[in-house]
C-alpha cells in the first residue's frame, strides 16, 4: 500500500481533541486528506450529537476518532494507533528504534 496512492479519510468531533495531533501530521507531510468532522452542541449540561449517534455502531469499538484509507478498505481507531501510522507512513517517526522512542518528548538525553 503505498502512501502517494492512498486516499485518507480521519474521523472526529469538529474539535481538536484526540484527532488534531493526526491533522498536524497530515499537514506537515504536505498530504492531502478528508478532515470529517461530526457536529455537536453543548445544552443544559449535554452534548447533543444526533449525527454521532445514529453512525457510531458503524465505527470501530464505537469511538472516535478512526482513520480510514482507500475509501474504507482499511480501519484504523485510537488516536495514538493513527499518530504512529502516519510518522511511519510519512517518514516521520525516526530512522530506528531509539529515535522512535524518543520523538516526541520534550526533553532528550545523549546516547
Do not use: C, H
Not at 9 to 36: H, S
Not at 46 to 65: C, F, G, M, T, V
Amino acid at each position: 500500500m503505498s502512501s502517494s496512492s492512498s486516499t485518507y479519510k480521519l474521523i472526529y468531533f469538529n474539535v481538536r481533541g484526540l484527532a488534531e495531533t493526526a491533522r498536524m501530521v497530515f499537514k506537515a507531510a504536505g498530504q492531502e486528506f478528508e478532515d470529517f468532522r461530526y457536529p455537536f452542541t453543548f445544552k443544559d449540561g449535554q452534548y447533543l450529537r444526533p449525527e454521532w449517534d445514529a453512525d457510531k455502531s458503524k465505527y470501530i469499538y464505537e469511538k472516535i476518532p478512526v482513520l480510514e484509507i482507500d475509501g474504507g478498505k482499511y480501519k484504523i481507531a485510537q488516536s495514538k494507533a493513527i499518530e504512529r501510522f502516519l510518522a511511519r507512513r510519512f517518514n516521520m517517526y525516526g530512522s530506528n528504534d531509539i529515535e522512535a522512542a524518543i520523538i516526541g518528548k520534550k526533553k532528550t538525553t545523549e546516547m
